[in-house]
C-alpha cells in the first residue's frame, strides 16, 4: 500500500538559508501535518492543512511557512535557517473524517534537516 | 513544560515476558491516547488508542490501560518479541485541537 512520502530525505544548508520539504499523503488522505523532532526530543507538532486550508497551528516558527497544494500534497518552506532548527521533520496524513476521534496519523519516513 | 511524561527512556525486557511502558500526562483536556511505534530511519507507526472514556483496550499482544484520575496510562506487551525492540512513544490529543503531544519516547530491547 502506497504510504507518506517524503522529500528530500536529507538536506544540509548553511545558516541563513532556505529550505523546502515536500510531502505527498497517502491517497485520499485530506488532512496533512508536520511535526519537528530534534536531537533526543520528541515530535513537535507545527502545523496542519485540511482541504488545502490551515486547520491548526503549533509551535511552528514565524521564519516557517507551509501550504496544501490542490492535489493535496504540502510544502514546508523554511527561512533563515538557524543552527537549532537542524531536526528530523517528519509529514503525516489522515482522512480527516475517519480520523477525528481516534487521532491515528501514518507518517512518512522523515527528511532530516542540517544546518551547518 | 512537558505534558506528556515518559520517565524511562529505556527498558530492557527479556523475550517472552511482559513488557510494560509507562506514560503521565498533566492536560486534562487529553481525550485520545495512543501509542507510536518506531524503529530506525523510519517514521512513527499507530500502534493502538484508547479513548477517555475508557479504562483498557486490548489488541491482540497489546494492550493500554488508562487511569485517569491518577492521569496515567500503560501500554502492556506481552508475550514480548524481538520485533518489538523499538521507541515508543505515548502520545494525547483533545481540545479540538490537530496536533498530537508526544511524550520524548522509550528505547524498548527485547533480550533473547
Known amino acids: 500500500a502506497a504510504g507518506v512520502i517524503q522529500s528530500p530525505r536529507h538536506l544540509i544548508k548553511e545558516k541563513r538559508e532556505t529550505a523546502t520539504l515536500k510531502c505527498y499523503p497517502i491517497p485520499r488522505h485530506d488532512t496533512v501535518y508536520w511535526y519537528q523532532q530534534g536531537p533526543g526530543q520528541d515530535p513537535q507538532f507545527l502545523i496542519s492543512f485540511y482541504e488545502k486550508m490551515q486547520s491548526d497551528k503549533g509551535s511552528i516558527p514565524d521564519r516557517f511557512s507551509a501550504q496544501q497544494f490542490s492535489d493535496y500534497h504540502s510544502e514546508l518552506n523554511m527561512s533563515s535557517l538557524e543552527l537549532g532548527d537542524s531536526a528530523l521533520y517528519f509529514c503525516?496524513?489522515?482522512?480527516?473524517?475517519?480520523?477525528?476521534?481516534?487521532?491515528?496519523?501514518?507518517f512518512g519516513e522523515g527528511s532530516r534537516l542540517t544546518v551547518l | 513544560d512537558q505534558q506528556v511524561k515518559q520517565n524511562s527512556p529505556s527498558l530492557s525486557v527479556q523475550e517472552g515476558r511482559i513488557s510494560i511502558l509507562n506514560c503521565d500526562y498533566t492536560n486534562s483536556m487529553f481525550d485520545y491516547f495512543l501509542w507510536y511505534k518506531k524503529y530506525p530511519a523510519e517514521g512513527p507507526t499507530f500502534l493502538i488508542s484508547i479513548s477517555s472514556i475508557k479504562d483498557k483496550n486490548e489488541d491482540g499482544r497489546f494492550t493500554v490501560f488508562l487511569n485517569k484520575s491518577a492521569k496515567h496510562l500503560s501500554l502492556h506487551i506481552v508475550p514480548s518479541q524481538p520485533g518489538d525492540s523499538a521507541v515508543y512513544f505515548c502520545?494525547?490529543?483533545?481540545?479540538?485541537?490537530?496536533?498530537?503531544?508526544f511524550g520524548k519516547g522509550t528505547h524498548l530491547i527485547i533480550q533473547p
Open positions: 502520545a494525547a490529543k483533545g481540545g479540538g485541537a490537530d496536533g498530537l503531544t
Open positions: 503525516a496524513s489522515s482522512y480527516f473524517r475517519l480520523n477525528l476521534n481516534t487521532g491515528e496519523l501514518f
